[in-house]
């Protein structure tokens, strides 16, 4: 099991830019595919953005596309979410996930591990 640790949330105007990160402990990061989840109260969780292994693959739910970039460095166990034009429905708990395979993958039921979250609150 790997353990995920988010930070990098807090409080920004909209427009404005925020950049996550979530570092990871216990077994290879560098094997795994990583993604970034959101949840904002009183809706399900969504998917935002997803990286393979290698970093080579990156995949974004339509509505973060062109706004965020999902990134990662494997030497140091860290996966990055960049946010840009920041816009109030952006507001969530974001969630770091880690999967066991090495592919990007867009659904929830893909990984296996999930970090405690960071909030993200956009005011306009």
């Given at each position: 099991q790997v353990q995920l640790v988010e930070s990098g949330g807090g409080l920004v105007q909209a427009g404005g830019s925020l950049r996550l990160s979530c570092t990871a402990s216990g077994v290879s990061f560098n094997d795994r595919a990583m993604g970034w989840f959101r949840q904002a109260p009183g809706?399900?969780?969504?998917?935002?953005?997803?990286?393979?292994?290698?970093?080579?693959?990156?995949?974004?739910?339509?509505?973060?596309?062109?706004?965020?970039?999902?990134?990662?460095?494997?030497?140091?166990?860290?996966?990055?979410?960049?946010?840009?034009?920041?816009?109030?429905?952006?507001?969530?708990?974001?969630?770091?996930?880690a999967r066991s395979y090495s592919s990007a993958y867009v659904g929830i039921s893909g990984f296996g591990s999930w970090g405690q979250g960071t909030l993200v609150t956009v005011s306009s």
């Open positions: 809706k399900e969780r969504e998917f935002v953005a997803t990286i393979s292994s290698s970093g080579s693959n990156t995949i974004y739910a339509d509505s973060v596309k062109g706004r965020f970039t999902i990134s990662r460095d494997n030497a140091k166990n860290i996966v990055y979410l960049q946010m840009n034009r920041l816009q109030p429905e952006d507001t969530a708990v974001y969630y770091c996930a």
